[in-house]
């Protein structure tokens, strides 16, 4: 498979490249290492409809930390089909800049009403005072950061503590992960959290499954 490289930047974790091959397929590399791609985006899709399922009344907040190739934030925004306002925080300018202006056109069309995207870093938002009904972690590679070390705070005691919170009452947080992390389950448990994990298959990758955290 042939990969196109059509932009990069240096950011605090390594060299950002985003990709594309002949069939208009995205990726982002760190440091040459595949961080995430579009050829392998159905646990990303399984977070998404997991996320709206998750949400509760008639107009749901929903917070996801993490933009990534958009996929998460597009099978949430169908699944709610207009209701509530999701709410994506990207911390890296750059990963917004490319999903603006070259995979959202190529991907997903017009933007949805109900979803919004903030060059923020999630964890600032935590302390804002609002409440999700769902927050939704797909940073990363999970509970070990790959790209960003800063990001290993979000799964410790004290930003669990914080995720905690901003959750509303019975409100239920996710947490995508390329990996298990038993320590991270301990961690929550910990924190007061009831944990479950749901394991995604990936067939595109025989052998490989990527894993979501239920806590609530």
């Not at 990969?3 to 985003?18: N, P, Q």
């Not at 760190?30 to 159905?42: A, K």
């Not at 490319?98 to 991907?107: N, S, T």
Request: net charge negative.
């Amino acid at each position: 498979m042939a990969w196109t490289e059509i932009a990069d930047v240096d950011s605090a974790g390594g060299r950002l490249t985003l990709h594309r091959d002949e069939d208009g397929v995205f990726m982002i590399r760190v440091d040459g290492l595949e961080l995430m791609s579009g050829r392998c985006h159905r646990s990303e899709d399984v977070l998404g409809r997991m996320a709206a399922e998750a949400a509760q009344g008639r107009e749901p907040r929903i917070l996801i930390g993490g933009l990534g190739l958009g996929y998460t934030a597009a099978a949430a925004a169908s699944a709610l089909q207009g209701r509530g306002i999701i709410t994506v925080a990207e911390l890296s300018p750059d990963v917004l800049a490319w999903y603006e202006e070259h995979i959202e056109p190529a991907l997903f069309g017009r933007r949805p009403a109900n979803l919004r995207l903030m060059r923020a870093d999630v964890a600032g938002l935590l302390d804002s005072g609002h409440r999700y009904d769902v927050i939704v972690l797909d940073v990363d590679n999970g509970p070990r950061p790959l790209s960003t070390p800063a990001n290993a705070h979000l799964y410790g005691g004290r930003g669990l503590a914080r995720l905690k919170a901003a959750l509303a009452e019975d409100g239920t947080l996710l947490v995508w992960s390329g990996f298990e992390a038993p320590d991270f389950v301990e961690r929550a448990a910990a924190a007061g959290f009831t944990v479950a994990c749901r394991e995604i298959p990936l067939p595109e990758r025989e052998g490989l499954s990527h894993y979501i955290y239920r806590l609530t």
